[in-house]
């Protein structure tokens, strides 16, 4: 599975930006995708999460009602529409994708896109 985020920028405080995950292997397999960030000297926390199962969402509290996950399976891409966008979102944004395979055991395999920088400016 490969991932590529797009949509990153620098962005006035209240406003808004889309980020774009386009995945693209064996993208039948993908059991959930998220987004995460990292900001400047911070540990990477998960923003957003969506099953590839029954598409159920899951939002970190610090953005929720300002950021919405979605996915089209068609174009095999998720998004993060984000509104409202604070100083403190800013940080590289990475999309993730997870496979669980069972061969006796389940096992999880992670992967990452490259990283998007969204940037807020006060």
């Known amino acids: 599975v490969q991932l590529v985020e797009s949509g990153g920028g620098l962005v006035q405080a209240g406003g808004s930006l889309r980020l774009s995950c386009a995945a693209s292997?064996?993208?039948?397999?993908?059991?959930?995708m998220a987004w995460y960030r990292q900001p400047p000297g911070k540990q990477r926390e998960m923003v957003a999460s969506i099953s590839s199962e029954d598409g159920s969402t899951n939002y970190a509290d610090s953005i929720k009602g300002r950021f919405t996950i979605s996915r089209d399976n068609a174009k095999n891409t998720m998004y993060l529409q984000m509104n409202s966008l604070k100083p403190e979102d800013t940080a590289v944004y990475y999309c993730?994708?997870?496979?669980?395979?069972?061969?006796?055991?389940?096992?999880?395999?992670?992967?990452w896109g490259q990283g998007t920088q969204v940037t807020v400016s006060s």
């Open positions: 292997g064996s993208t039948f397999t993908i059991n959930a």
């Open positions: 993730n994708a997870v496979r669980r395979i069972y061969d006796g055991s389940w096992t999880e395999y992670d992967y």
